[in-house]
T-cell receptor, first 113, second 118 residues
Framework: AQKVTQAQTEISVVEKEDVTLDCVYETRDTTYYLFWYKQPPSGELVFLIRRNSFDEQNEISGRYSWNFQKSTSSFNFTITASQVVDSAVYFCALSEGYQKVTFGTGTKLQVIP | GAVVSQHPSRVICKSGTSVKIECRSLDFQATTMFWYRQFPKQSLMLMATSNEGSKATYEQGVEKDKFLINHASLTLSTLTVTSAHPEDSSFYIC??????????????FGQGTRLTVV
């Protein structure tokens, strides 16, 4: 069975601070995919990144960066120089195949101006 | 990226009535779509897997007679909440991926439907 743990329920930071959202996963498969989604107050899910289990290269996209470490089964997400618009709930998710996705419980990020 | 459209985005219905939610893949075909439910301040929980041309597969604890799923074409899946009750009030969201054999691809999500049963 697959499981995704996001231990941080809520995080508050002051604008321009860096913040890291933690994600730890469990799976028995050797082939799997990891995701991060953003859910703003309006409710829709915004896709941020997908990473497959064979690609441990860290990725940077603007102010966003992701650190994938198979040795610790972690896929952490860092926002640099946070902005108020970053306030949302962020979900880490895992898929072992056929697009069925298991979500973590989410981390609510509040960026204070 | 691929687009998944969900309709309606919000619906309020009276207790005891039925509500239909549509999930369409606009620019690709999807043999499989997924329906999730999200209660306030909680994560998204998979309800069922919708298979084109066959019966849906429901997760444990989800009543198949209450949440009717129909996947009549490669671009449309519908979820009908029958005899809705206030406890069915939730955020329902669907997802689909472009058909690519057995290769897993990114799942695209609809905009979600916020159902309120009064």
């Amino acid at each position: 069975a697959q499981k995704v743990t996001q231990a941080q329920t809520e995080i508050s930071v002051v604008e321009k601070e860096d913040v890291t959202l933690d994600c730890v996963y469990e799976t028995r498969d050797t082939t799997y995919y990891l995701f991060w989604y953003k859910q703003p107050p309006s409710g829709e899910l915004v896709f941020l990144i997908r990473r497959n289990s064979f690609d441990e290269q860290n990725e940077i996209s603007g102010r966003y960066s992701w650190n994938f470490q198979k040795s610790t089964s972690s896929f952490n997400f860092t926002i640099t120089a946070s902005q108020v618009v970053d306030s949302a709930v962020y979900f880490c998710a895992l898929s072992e195949g056929y697009q069925k996705v298991t979500f973590g419980t989410g981390t609510k990020l509040q960026v204070i101006p | 990226g691929a687009v998944v459209s969900q309709h309606p985005s919000r619906v309020i219905c009276k207790s005891g009535t039925s509500v239909k939610i549509e999930c369409r893949s606009l620019d690709f075909q999807a043999t499989t779509m997924f329906w999730y439910r999200q209660f306030p301040k909680q994560s998204l929980m998979l309800m069922a897997t919708s298979n084109e041309g066959s019966k849906a597969t429901y997760e444990q604890g989800v009543e198949k007679d209450k949440f009717l799923i129909n996947h009549a074409s490669l671009t449309l899946s519908t979820l009908t909440v029958t005899s809705a009750h206030p406890e069915d009030s939730s955020f329902y969201i669907c997802s689909a991926s472009p058909r690519q054999g057995i290769v897993n691809t990114e799942a695209f999500f609809g905009q979600g439907t916020r159902l309120t049963v009064v």
